[in-house]
Nanobody, 124 residues
Framework: QERLLESGGGWAQPGGSLRLSCAPS????????MSWYRQAPGKERELVAG????????NVADSVKRRFKISRDNAKNILYLQMNSLQPEDTAVYYC?????????????????WGQGTQVTVSS
């Protein structure tokens, strides 16, 4: 069964850092573009960052571009999201997602496998 499992969420103070991890199972991770999405209470799920299958290209939201970094280790089968300079507006559930094979668009409906999410809370 194809699955994604996120970890690394938690609480951070404003200005702090967290690193999220996503562990895939049931499919060949290195073949797929992967992304991180987030959803804050009362808001739509939004793309945070995406990375192509060999990591040659990334797509990062303007709101986090200078603070977050997406990366992957295909040898270890892990996707990461390094989050620095966290702000209260970064509070959300963060999801790891797999893009459909062959898709070139970044619309949310192009992602077919989702993790259960990990909560990130930023507050003082």
């Amino acid at each position: 069964q194809e699955r994604l499992l996120e970890s690394g969420g938690g609480w951070a103070q404003p200005g702090g850092s967290l690193r999220l991890s996503c562990a895939p199972s049931g499919f060949t991770f290195r073949l797929y573009t992967m992304s991180w999405y987030r959803q804050a209470p009362g808001k739509e799920r939004e793309l945070v960052a995406g990375i192509t299958n060999i990591g040659g290209s990334t797509n990062v939201a303007d709101s986090v571009k200078r603070r977050f970094k997406i990366s992957r280790d295909n040898a270890k089968n892990i996707l990461y999201l390094q989050m620095n300079s966290l702000q209260p507006e970064d509070t959300a559930v963060y999801y790891c997602a797999r893009k459909k094979w062959g898709s070139t668009a970044w619309d949310i409906d192009q992602f077919d496998i989702w993790g259960q999410g990990t909560q990130v809370t930023v507050s003082s």
